[in-house]
């Protein structure tokens, strides 16, 4: 009886606690089961009013919803089940301050670029975008103080990019603890003080260059490249100079949340009332995770995708990585495929079916930027290799299969060709055939033996007739690309047992999401790009120089793994600085053979390697003057050609002449 009366009474009185608990339980159920689509609509108009220049952004309006399924209808505008995923709204003049707080209610978004426009004022409201994956905020003029807190909480933020602005203050600290940081790009700014320790795990990249700050590097970041600290004058400790006096002891990790919470002192419950009325907000609030959970599973439901399904076991998968291609040790997995048509591009390959796949035993050949890739056997002994692509996710079924129908037209003996394909939203297979003797990368770069050893003179120059053969003929045969490879590197060159090259990854910026493209292809880390924020079809002729260089050198060019373009890192830089100093021994491969009475070609390529790699792209050869010239490379007898050939190649870097005399390295 008592216990009903009590119970009535919560009933009839106004609890706060229940009260705030049923609305956000309303809240939640709204937020969860409801529709977004006008309220991004909203969102999305009320930050382009905010801006001051807006007139790039003309198609978006109220009549026409931003998304439909993955299809954005707004300039700029990424989509995926009809949601609003990313914003891309680079080099488009856009001016004003940029009103974060706005975009609040795009629930799902997970990049947001806004690169090489000219917003201003100070980032606020970050945190607010707390699903984001990706902020990309360089080449604008950004100012003041970034507070503390600006990134609490945005527990899936992997890229912040705020480089070349006008900030000030320190680096805040919600930012060095963000867990899954990968890469930090504040260069160019006016940031001051002692750089804080970071304390992500997945860090790879935190570029502080051209700054203010002063004292000693923190450990987390010794193991950095000293580029990442240039323009900073009073940095010292790894891997800079050693500091002069013991550094200051690193303040501790800043945690997410206050540092010591007072404990909660035990309230003893004073009546049974209070007891009840926790009981009611209990059960109300299990009430509310429980139609959280069916929303969710319900909404997940109707997105999943009625396409087949293709994926690759995911106990035995190695990591992608942001670092290059690297060798993973030999594993066997399967690969399994289910309820899809593997499309073939060339009527004479021999034809195999999904269900040979699935029972294919496949050995993990690497992990490379866009993903892992799988040596499979498949009917009478055939080896393909299965490469794994989940950066193309962006892209439409039609535009897919026309992509691929257009490279399966392509035939060069220098093109490793696509054999087939698989095609589902989330990531794609592409086939190809298996390449016995590996990478250029791993001839130049893997230890030497007896039994492996390096690569001679006439087996790299062949290597280089064999690339730009195939580079030619991609231009040729895609006039419309804008770089018809974009990814060329040493790599993405593969040997036949005849050291044959064969270019692969090729022609594949289009259907490369944007924001994995601009980070992770070889096109964006050149000189244009960094200063412009462009890229051309001499391009590809840039990646083509530092590989002419690499080749000749055997050394590992740094611009592979570094996020953007950076002259003191780029392998051109080095090469002629050993030519201005007359060190020509130490610019080609110690390892080399053959190299006896071929000093005038590997002179003659090497300022044809050095003329591609100028900074500015319109001083560069067209193509088909590099191809013409290595067409025409000659044996240089005569002392006098080989004086004069060395002479041109110091005039293209400083107008000295002559070198050192070097004829025991071109005696071998």
């Known amino acids: 009886m ?51 220049i807006s007139s790039s952004l003309n198609n978006w309006n109220a009549s026409v919803p931003p998304c439909i399924g993955d299809i954005g209808n707004w300039v700029g505008v990424l989509c995926h089940d009809s949601k609003v995923i990313g914003l891309q709204l680079e080099n488009m003049g856009l001016a004003g301050t940029v009103n974060i707080e706005s975009l609040g209610a795009l629930h799902e978004l997970r990049s947001l670029s806004l690169m090489n426009n000219n917003f201003d004022g100070k980032l606020r409201d970050v945190k607010n975008l707390s699903m984001l994956k990706a902020l990309y905020l360089s080449n604008n003029r950004f100012s003041g103080e970034i507070s503390d807190e600006e990134f609490q909480g945005m527990l899936s933020l992997k890229r912040v990019f705020l480089a070349n602005n006008a900030f000030t203050g320190k680096v805040p600290k919600s930012v060095t603890t963000l867990p899954k940081l990968a890469i930090l790009k504040l260069e160019g700014n006016q940031f001051s003080g002692v750089i804080p320790e970071f304390y992500g795990k997945e860090l790879k990249v935190v570029n502080l260059a051209n700054n203010q700050f002063e004292g000693p590097i923190p450990e987390s970041l010794s193991k950095m490249s000293a580029n990442m600290f240039s323009g900073n004058k009073n940095l010292c400790g790894p891997p800079l100079k050693a500091c002069g006096m013991s550094p200051p002891p690193s303040s501790p990790p800043s945690p997410s949340g206050p540092p010591h919470s007072p404990p909660v002192p035990t309230v003893k419950k004073s009546s049974t009332a209070l007891t ?14 429980a139609l959280l959970v069916f929303c969710l599973v319900r909404r997940r439901g109707r997105s999943i995708s009625s396409e087949e399904e293709a994926f690759v076991n995911e106990s035995t998968k190695p990591p992608a990585s942001d670092e290059g291609e690297k060798k993973v040790p030999e594993t066997s997995t399967t690969i399994h495929v289910k309820r899809s048509e593997l499309i073939f591009l060339n009527e004479d390959v021999q034809r195999f079916d999904l269900q040979d796949l699935l029972r294919a035993s496949a050995e993990i050949l690497g992990s490379g930027n866009f993903g892992a890739s799988y040596k499979a056997i498949i009917g009478k002994g055939e080896a393909v290799v299965v490469k794994n692509y989940k950066q193309m996710n962006n892209v439409g079924r039609e535009d897919f299969h026309e992509h691929m129908r257009r490279l399966g037209r392509l035939s060069h003996q220098n093109l490793l060709p696509v054999l087939a394909y698989y095609y589902r939203k989330e990531e794609k297979l592409l086939v190809s055939k298996f390449v016995v003797d590996g990478s250029l990368a791993s001839h130049l770069h893997a230890n ?33 690309l804008v770089v018809p490879h974009g990814h060329l590197k040493s790599s993405n060159v593969l040997l036949d047992m005849n050291f044959e090259p064969l270019l692969c990854d090729y022609a594949l910026r289009s259907v490369i999401n944007q924001e994995q493209a601009h980070s992770l292809m070889t096109a964006y880390k050149s000189p244009e790009y960094a200063m412009n924020g462009r890229i051309s079809r001499k391009t590809d002729v840039w990646c083509l120089g530092i590989l002419i260089l690499e080749i000749l050198t055997g050394r590992f060019p740094e611009n592979y793994l570094t996020p953007s373009y950076d002259s003191k890192t780029n392998l051109a830089t080095w090469v002629n600085k050993m030519v201005k100093e007359k060190k020509i021994s130490e610019v080609f491969d110690t390892e080399m053979q053959g190299t006896k009475n071929c000093k005038g070609e590997m002179i003659s390529l090497l300022k044809i390697g050095l003329s591609c790699c100028e900074e500015d792209a319109e001083a560069r050869p067209e193509l088909k003057e590099v191809v013409k010239e290595i067409e025409e490379l000659r044996e240089e007898d005569d002392d006098d050609d080989v004086s004069s050939t060395i002479g041109e190649v110091n005039a293209v870097i400083s107008g000295e002449n002559g070198f050192k005399d070097e004829e025991s390295f071109f005696s071998r």
């Open 2 to 52: 008592v216990m009903g009366t009590h119970i009535a009474r919560l009933v009839r009185m106004p609890n706060p606690s229940l009260f705030l608990a049923l609305v956000l339980f309303l809240s939640l159920v709204h937020y969860t089961c409801g529709a977004g689509g006008d309220t991004e609509t909203e969102s999305l108009l009320t930050f382009k009013d905010s801006l001051t």
């Open 276 to 289: 009840i009325a926790l009981i009611v907000v209990s059960v109300v609030l299990l009430a509310i995770i």
């Open 448 to 480: 030497r033996s007896e039994e492996k050893p390096g690569l001679d003179w006439q087996t790299r120059l062949k290597i280089i007739r064999g690339v730009v053969k195939g580079l030619a003929y991609l231009y040729n045969e895609l006039p419309t």
